[in-house]
C-alpha cells in the first residue's frame, strides 16, 4: 500500500526536511582532511538537537550512528567510527534523516574531501546527481513509477563512458517510498525492470525518496561483516545522491532542498508546488 499524504502532512514533512538541508550544509563543511567520520556523525546530532527533532538513523533496525558516511568504494550504509580519517582525495556520500512531529525526511549528497581528485570521479558525482534530478522531474500527475525509473536509468545511458568503460547502476539498493516511515512502499529502482511492471500511477500526496548510486565499474556489492557496509564488488568508488520529493496537486517540491527544487526544476522546464512553510 502506498501512503498518501495530505497537505498538513506534506508541511511537516517539509519541515523534517529542511532539517536534513541543515544537517547536509553542517556535515558538507565539516568534510575535510583530518576529520574523521565520528566527527561528522557528532556535527549531525547536534544540528538534530539544536531543530528539537529526531534522529531516524539512530537504532533503526540496529544501526548504531545518526548518518551513514560512505567513504570511496563503500556505496552506500558506511558506519561512523573514530578510525576512519577522512584523506586529501577521497570522496564521502553522506545519508542523513530526521523526524518531526512523526514525519520522515532523508537525503544523500556526494563531497569531494580536500584537493586531487580525477576529473572522472567529478563526472561520476555530477552523472549521479543529474539522474536524480531526471528523476524528480518524472514525478508527475498521471505518470507511472516505471516513469521514474526510466528516467534516471536514461540520463545515465546517455552519458559519455568513464576511462574505467562503463557506469554500474546499483540494482540492490534504490528509492523508497517515505512519510509516517523512513521506508515504505514502493520500492524505486534505479533502471527498468520489465519483471516489476509499471508500479503505482502517481498522484497527489504520493512522496518518494529518489536515490541514484552509480559506481565507475560494477552494478554488483557485497555487505561486509558489519551487517551494514556496502562495497562495490570490484573496488570501485561510487557516489550516492537522495531528495525526498512529495508530489501536490501543484506539482513536485523537494522536501529536503532548501529552495524546494525551484532553481534546478526550473533547468528542466519542471515547475514547483509551492513551499508550505514560505
Known sequence: MVEIKTPEQIAKMREAGLVVAAIHEATRAAAVPGATTKDLDDVARKVIADHGAKSNFLGYGGFPATICTSVNDIVVHGIPDQETVLKDGDIISIDAGAIVDGW?????????????????????????????????????????????????EGYIRRQPRPASGKYGIIEDYGGHGIGSQMHMDPHLLNYVSRKRGKGPRLGAGFCIAIEPMVSLGTAKTHVLSDDWTVKTDDGT???????????????????????????????LGVETAPDPLA
Open 237 to 267: 568508488w561510487s557516489s550516492h545522491w537522495e531528495h525526498s520529493v512529495a508530489l501536490t496537486e501543484e506539482g513536485p517540491l523537494v522536501l529536503t532542498a532548501v529552495d524546494g527544487g525551484k532553481a534546478k526544476l526550473a533547468e
Open 104 to 152: 520522515h525526511g532523508d537525503a544523500a549528497f556526494t563531497a569531494f574531501v580536500g584537493t586531487g581528485h580525477a576529473p572522472e570521479l567529478y563526472e561520476l558525482s555530477r552523472v549521479t546527481e543529474e539522474s536524480m534530478w531526471a528523476g524528480i522531474a518524472a514525478v508527475r500527475k498521471g505518470h507511472r513509477l516505471i516513469d521514474i525509473s526510466k528516467a534516471i
